[in-house]
């Protein structure tokens, strides 16, 4: 059984362009949440979605960035029009539900440089 | 709100010495509390937890003991080993699975 994938493991980025981070959660997980984590601090989180629908964005900055979870395919997580500081290293968890007992599962992450 | 105040480090220690990490938490309702191991370059690991006062989280000779009245969940180990060095962040959840975290405590164990 795969633990969660996320692609690409490093991204770099001109200022202004678009950052693509997708997720695959481990088999039979069906909730997924975003994390990012800026050099020398711990992990901020961003948004939790369960198949295509987001159940929590506040953490998730209001402009350029959007996150989705369709029926197929990974989660993205979505930035737009980048800037230096969104350069940071964005995690992905998943767990297969929110009762007690049902961990959530990290991937390796995307370390993304804007330059 | 929820918030979780972990030791700033970085720390260093000799292989064999003991380690003790302190965390304290703010949390409205009753939490679950976790503890992460991040290895250089790598994404988080589950440590241990503990889902009410006075349980004790443990697992490859690291434990932590949920304090309801003092509000810790500070992480022990008795002799570490090089292999130990990593960033270490404590975590709590109540409800959903977001968690928050701590701002990590970098452990440099040498030989």
């Known amino acids: 059984n795969a633990g969660v994938m996320q692609n690409p493991r490093h991204l770099v980025r001109r200022r202004g362009q678009e950052a693509r981070l997708r997720c695959s959660p481990m088999?039979?997980?069906?909730?997924v949440y975003w994390y990012r984590q800026l050099p020398e601090e711990g992990l901020k989180f961003m948004v939790y979605?369960?198949?295509?629908?987001?159940?929590?964005e506040s953490g998730m900055p209001k402009e350029r960035f959007s996150a989705e979870f369709p029926k197929e395919g990974p989660s993205i997580l979505r930035i737009q029009q980048v800037v230096r500081g969104d350069s940071a290293a964005y995690f992905c968890?998943?767990?297969?539900?929110?009762?007690?007992?049902?961990?959530?599962?990290f991937g390796q992450g995307t370390r993304l440089t804007v330059v | 709100g929820n918030s979780v105040t972990q030791m700033e480090g970085p720390v260093t220690l000799s292989e064999e010495a003991f380690l003790t990490i302190n965390c304290t938490y703010t949390?409205?309702?009753?939490?679950?509390l976790f503890w992460y191991v991040q290895y250089p370059g790598e994404g988080l690991q589950l440590l241990l937890k503990?889902?009410?006062?006075?349980d004790k989280g443990s697992n490859k000779g690291f434990e932590a003991t949920y304090r309801k009245e003092t509000t810790s969940f500070h992480l022990e180990k008795g002799s570490v080993q090089v292999s130990d060095s990593a960033v270490y962040f404590c975590?709590?959840?109540?409800?959903?699975?977001?968690?928050?975290f701590g701002t990590g405590t970098r452990l440099t164990v040498i030989p």
């Open positions: 503990a889902t009410k006062a006075d």
């Open positions: 949390a409205t309702g009753y939490p679950s």
């Open positions: 975590a709590l959840k109540t409800g959903a699975n977001n968690l928050f």
């Open positions: 088999k039979g997980h069906s909730h």
């Open positions: 979605l369960q198949k295509e629908n987001i159940i929590d």
């Open positions: 968890a998943s767990s297969r539900g929110i009762e007690e007992g049902t961990e959530a599962f």
